[in-house]
């Protein structure tokens, strides 16, 4: 099959290759197991991976690690070389005992490299589950990592509040425009930190007030519509400069959810505890694998509620060709874009 394929460090656009490269099979994944940068094999003290599904593709989101997997600015070394991709849907041709109940069915699930969804056949792991009822397929290639890491940074780790005032950094992108969604249905006041004329008025479209940051001091401007004041929670998907001015808005006792590194890591203020700021971390995969999977249905069942009574919808802005990939990375890489970018797979591997 033609799959999508990192072999060396540098750009999307000059080091992403449409490689031929085998179908995974049980036997492939058999000896298996999970570590923080994907598959490797099973040795001392390393149990075999045994919760995935092989996958036919059908569509694949595109997302900030891949392009940060290929630069080798992501924060875990990932062997090479990979297929990319880190999410999609499609169709359950094989799997584990415990997921062949999903034979046949069309599920969403989180893919783990080398074996990524920029493939026409992936495998899916942990997060896994069908296609909510209604929901299209470019819908469900763009929902499941963005949704369910907002939800476990705004509400289960970060305790957004009805009443408590949030800033949202990168409130345009896949994760933020999730967040922003996630912290208005729980009657927060939302105020949306974005790039651009085109990225305000799309998260004025989620019911965010908004914050341009290329016309000027946006802490300053956060401010003015706070009245002065500070602010209960900065949701942080960006990090970097931006993220750590952002200290200054949050009122004695504030929280600072750090979500993401969009804008690369620093290091922190270490006077932060002087205000009784708490600074949060989020990570899905921190977890016991027991606890991440209670905590996937848990999310999934507060979702599925939401999007049904229309308060939540997987933020799909973009579909681009198979060979449109790299481009559309590179687009991405430089926030060029708006909500999730999804990928139709072609069904034989051909572009």
Same mark, same amino acid.
């Given at each position: 099959m033609k799959a999508w394929r990192v072999h060396d460090f540098g750009e999307p656009k000059d080091r992403f290759v449409l490689d031929e490269v085998p179908e995974p099979?049980?036997?492939?994944?058999?000896?298996?197991?999970?570590?923080?940068?994907?598959?490797?094999?099973? #040795?001392?003290?390393l149990e075999p991976f045994d919760d995935w599904v092989i996958m036919r593709m059908e569509m694949a989101a595109l997302a900030l690690p891949d392009v940060t997997m290929c630069r080798g600015t992501y924060p875990v070394p990932v062997v090479r070389p990979y297929v990319s991709g880190q999410e999609g849907v499609g169709i359950v041709e094989d799997a584990v005992p415990s997921r062949r109940h999903l034979l046949g069915k069309r599920v969403v699930a989180c893919t783990i490299q080398p074996w990524g969804s920029l493939a026409p056949v992936a495998v899916g792991v942990s997060m896994i589950f069908e296609v909510p009822e209604g929901m299209s397929s470019e819908q469900a290639a763009g929902y499941l990592i963005a949704s369910h890491t907002a939800h476990h940074a705004a509400i289960r780790r970060g305790g957004v509040a009805s009443g408590e005032t949030v800033v949202a950094l990168g409130a345009a992108g896949g994760l933020g425009s999730a967040i922003v969604q996630l912290c208005v249905a729980?009657?927060?006041r939302v105020i949306a930190v974005v790039g651009g004329a085109e990225k305000a008025a799309f998260c004025r479209g989620l019911g965010a007030e908004v914050v341009d940051h290329t016309e000027g001091d946006y802490v300053a401007a956060v401010r003015q519509l706070v009245g002065g004041g500070g602010v209960d929670v900065v949701m942080?998907?960006?990090?970097?400069?931006? #993220?750590?001015?952002?200290?200054?808005?949050?009122?004695?006792?504030?929280?600072?959810?750090?979500?993401?590194?969009? #804008?690369?890591?620093?290091?922190?203020?270490?006077?932060?505890?002087?205000?009784?700021?708490? @600074?949060?971390?989020?990570?899905?995969?921190?977890?016991?694998?027991?606890?991440?999977?209670?905590?996937? @249905?848990?999310?999934?069942?507060?979702?599925?509620?939401?999007?049904?009574? #229309? +308060?939540? +919808?997987?933020?799909?802005?973009?579909?681009?060709?198979?060979?449109?990939?790299?481009?559309?990375?590179?687009?991405?890489g430089a926030r060029r874009t708006i909500g999730r970018v999804v990928v139709e797979i072609p069904q034989h591997g051909g572009i």
């Amino acid at each position: 099959m033609k799959a999508w394929r990192v072999h060396d460090f540098g750009e999307p656009k000059d080091r992403f290759v449409l490689d031929e490269v085998p179908e995974p099979t049980p036997a492939a994944l058999a000896g298996m197991s999970m570590g923080l940068g994907g598959w490797i094999p099973a #040795g001392p003290g390393l149990e075999p991976f045994d919760d995935w599904v092989i996958m036919r593709m059908e569509m694949a989101a595109l997302a900030l690690p891949d392009v940060t997997m290929c630069r080798g600015t992501y924060p875990v070394p990932v062997v090479r070389p990979y297929v990319s991709g880190q999410e999609g849907v499609g169709i359950v041709e094989d799997a584990v005992p415990s997921r062949r109940h999903l034979l046949g069915k069309r599920v969403v699930a989180c893919t783990i490299q080398p074996w990524g969804s920029l493939a026409p056949v992936a495998v899916g792991v942990s997060m896994i589950f069908e296609v909510p009822e209604g929901m299209s397929s470019e819908q469900a290639a763009g929902y499941l990592i963005a949704s369910h890491t907002a939800h476990h940074a705004a509400i289960r780790r970060g305790g957004v509040a009805s009443g408590e005032t949030v800033v949202a950094l990168g409130a345009a992108g896949g994760l933020g425009s999730a967040i922003v969604q996630l912290c208005v249905a729980q009657g927060a006041r939302v105020i949306a930190v974005v790039g651009g004329a085109e990225k305000a008025a799309f998260c004025r479209g989620l019911g965010a007030e908004v914050v341009d940051h290329t016309e000027g001091d946006y802490v300053a401007a956060v401010r003015q519509l706070v009245g002065g004041g500070g602010v209960d929670v900065v949701m942080d998907p960006v990090q970097g400069e931006m #993220g750590a001015v952002s200290d200054g808005l949050l009122v004695p006792g504030g929280r600072r959810v750090l979500c993401g590194h969009a #804008g690369g890591l620093i290091p922190h203020d270490p006077d932060f505890y002087l205000d009784n700021h708490s @600074l949060v971390g989020v990570d899905l995969g921190g977890y016991p694998r027991e606890t991440m999977r209670q905590f996937h @249905l848990e999310t999934q069942d507060v979702l599925t509620r939401l999007m049904a009574e #229309g +308060r939540y +919808r997987p933020t799909v802005e973009r579909r681009v060709a198979f060979d449109e990939v790299p481009a559309a990375l590179e687009d991405l890489g430089a926030r060029r874009t708006i909500g999730r970018v999804v990928v139709e797979i072609p069904q034989h591997g051909g572009i």
